[in-house]
Nanobody, 127 residues
Framework: QVQLVESGGGLVQAGGSLRLSCTAS????????VGWFRQAPGKEREFVAV????????YYADSVKGRFTISRDNAKNTVFVEMNSLKPEDTAVYYC????????????????????WGQGTQVTVSS
């Protein structure tokens, strides 16, 4: 199974940037997609971004388009999300999740499509 660990969260002022990492604890097949989701207090978990196994297909939530960029380095078993122009409403616990397969993402995926989840990393954006 894929074991995931998120890192890179922290406190940042509005307009700033953070880069989150999602790393597998052991080497595994690269034929899996990785999605980022977030959950703020009192709200349901929502989709942020996803990248397919080969990295040639990405999809973003409308709320982060143009500000966030997802990428992956399969040699390091790591997926990144670069978050720019952060807003207070971006404050949440951010989770990465993995799903085996080679499908392309042309619409918003749902959290139940993903089989393996990390523990999350806190991102706080001050106003």
């Amino acid at each position: 199974q894929v074991q995931l660990v998120e890192s890179g969260g922290g406190l940042v002022q509005a307009g700033g940037s953070l880069r989150l990492s999602c790393t597998a604890s052991r080497r595994t097949s690269n034929t899996y997609a990785v999605g980022w989701f977030r959950q703020a207090p009192g709200k349901e978990r929502e989709f942020v971004a996803v990248i397919n196994w080969s990295g040639d297909n990405t999809y973003y939530a409308d709320s982060v388009k143009g500000r966030f960029t997802i990428s992956r380095d399969n040699a390091k078993n790591t997926v990144f999300v670069e978050m720019n122009s952060l807003k207070p409403e971006d404050t949440a616990v951010y989770y990465c999740a993995a799903r085996y397969g080679t499908r392309r993402y042309l619409e918003v995926p749902h959290d139940y499509e993903f089989d393996y989840w990390g523990q999350g990393t806190q991102v706080t954006v001050s106003s």
